[in-house]
């Protein structure tokens, strides 16, 4: 099962292990994104108008798809720093913590239309919450 599927699959759910689970997936989902994004955001500036490489495309528009869609019931756990009481009971408060990579991955993707497409959907869904 991926990991896509294990925080979004859990939503409806209740239960001690239900929702563990789901907390550790989101936990390391988040970590892996922002490990994408930040990783794009530094590399992009570098490589002007140097495509990216294709694997890294691919990477980052599989997750930028997934991530925009998934609901969750869990936004990271005990270590978050981002407070979230506001949208207490939102499924997209993931993208509210993943909020300062986007941004940063937004102001370099001037290059790539589908990507920017997918990185300003994900905005929108962070403005929708508010």
Avoid at 14 to 26: K, N, P, Q
Avoid at 71 to 97: D, F, P
Avoid at 102 to 117: F, H, N, R
Wanted: net charge positive.
């Amino acid at each position: 099962m991926s990991v896509w599927m294990s925080c979004s699959s859990f939503v409806g759910r209740r239960g001690g292990e239900w929702e563990s689970l789901a907390g550790v997936a989101m936990r390391w989902m988040l970590v892996r994104v922002s490990v994408v994004l930040r990783r794009f955001a530094a590399d992009q500036p570098l490589r002007g108008r140097t495509p990216q490489p294709r694997c890294q495309r691919k990477e980052i528009i599989y997750i930028m798809e997934k991530f925009t869609k998934l609901r969750s019931a869990c936004a990271g756990g005990e270590g978050q720093t981002v407070q979230t009481t506001a949208i207490e009971g939102g499924t997209k408060r993931h993208l509210l913590v993943m909020f300062p990579y986007i941004s940063q991955a937004v102001g370099v993707a001037y290059g790539d239309g589908e990507l920017l497409v997918l990185l300003t959907k994900a905005l929108d869904e962070i403005g929708r919450m508010h």
